[in-house]
Nanobody, 120 residues
Framework: QVQLVESGGGLVQPGGSLRLSCAAS????????MGWYRQAPGKQRELVAR???????NYADSVKGRFTISRDNAKNTVYLQMNSLKPEDTAVYYC??????????????WGQGTQVTVSS
């Protein structure tokens, strides 16, 4: 089974930066896309940014120009560089990986979540 381990959350002041990382581990799999989602209290989980194995990206309108997603395919790791953070970015951020085992079975896994709090 593929496991996702996230790191990099924390408390930051408005205007500050954070970098999230998510590493996928396991065996006999390939990942098609990895992404970051977030869920604020009382709100639904929403897409923040997503990147495919080919490097195509898409972002939520609210983070365009401030957040950058990148990926190290060799390490099965995805990063989210978050700049110019705003209080409304406060949420639990979840990593997601969609791919396929060599057996042919597809998977769609989530990380445990990491808290990002933007506050003065």
């Amino acid at each position: 089974q593929v496991q996702l381990v996230e790191s990099g959350g924390g408390l930051v002041q408005p205007g500050g930066s954070l970098r999230l990382s998510c590493a996928a581990s396991g065996s006999s799999f390939s990942i098609n896309a990895m992404g970051w989602y977030r869920q604020a209290p009382g709100k639904q989980r929403e897409l923040v940014a997503r990147i495919t194995s080919g490097g195509s990206t898409n972002y939520a309108d609210s983070v365009k120009g401030r957040f950058t997603i990148s990926r190290d395919n060799a390490k099965n790791t995805v990063y989210l560089q978050m700049n110019s953070l705003k209080p409304e970015d406060t949420a639990v951020y979840y990593c997601n990986a969609y791919g396929r085992y060599y057996s042919g079975r597809f998977f769609d896994y989530w990380g445990q979540g990491t808290q990002v709090t933007v506050s003065s």
